[in-house]
């Protein structure tokens, strides 16, 4: 009995360790390394998640993250509406390429999981060129936080 409990005890910490290893493997490439791990570690299904579980992680993620940034940028409407009115699009539109990823990764194809991030990665960005040097501090937070969420899920589509 006792040797059945250290067998299972082992087993369970070698699926730990693969687990542990897979994140750190994916967040070594990510745009932030750091926010990778926080993000993914912090989330309860990346336990026992495979790549294709942790790229429906970042998505949620990154969707959660994106629709922040359309209310940061939203609440500088009336000094800047017609940048604020262009990022809400493009960041509507990142939104809309994190769905086609999504849909991409169950469907096990790569490269449009690749293509749909990078172009929500874009979108996301575009919102920083809008503004050029006078974008708000706030808007800038959101728009990166936005940005290197999106960028883990183009780390994990890399390992796929």
Same mark, same amino acid.
């Given at each position: 009995? /006792?040797?059945?409990? +250290?067998? %299972?005890?082992? /087993? +369970? ?6 687990? %542990?290893? +897979?994140i &750190?493997n994916?967040? &070594? ?5 750091s ?10 299904r ?8 942790l790229?429906q992680?970042?998505?949620? =993620? /990154? ?10 940028? =939203? ?9 604020? *009115? ?5 960041f509507? *539109?990142?939104?809309?390429? +994190? !769905?086609?990823? #999504? $849909? /991409?990764? !169950?469907?096990g194809?790569? @490269?449009?999981?690749?293509?749909? @991030? #990078?172009s929500?990665l874009?979108?996301? @960005?575009?919102c *920083? *060129?809008?503004? @050029?040097? =006078? ?5 800038k937070?959101? &728009? !990166?936080t936005? $940005?290197?969420i ?11």
């Amino acid at each position: 009995m /006792a040797s059945l409990f +250290l067998l %299972a005890s082992l /087993a +369970l910490a070698f699926l730990c360790n693969c687990q %542990a290893d +897979l994140i &750190s493997n994916v967040c &070594s490439i990510a745009i932030n390394p750091s926010l990778c791990t926080q993000t993914l570690r912090s989330d309860p299904r990346s336990r026992g998640a495979d790549l294709k579980g942790l790229g429906q992680i970042a998505i949620v =993620k /990154a969707e959660a993250a994106t629709q922040n940034a359309i209310r940061v940028v =939203k609440s500088f409407s009336g000094k800047f509406k017609a940048i604020v *009115d262009t990022c809400v699009e493009t960041f509507n *539109d990142a939104i809309g390429d +994190l !769905k086609e990823s #999504s $849909q /991409a990764l !169950k469907a096990g194809n790569k @490269g449009d999981v690749q293509t749909r @991030g #990078s172009s929500a990665l874009t979108n996301a @960005g575009t919102c *920083d *060129d809008e503004f @050029g040097g =006078k974008e708000p501090p706030r808007v800038k937070a959101a &728009s !990166k936080t936005a $940005q290197d969420i999106i960028g883990i899920l183009l780390a994990i589509a890399n390992k796929l």
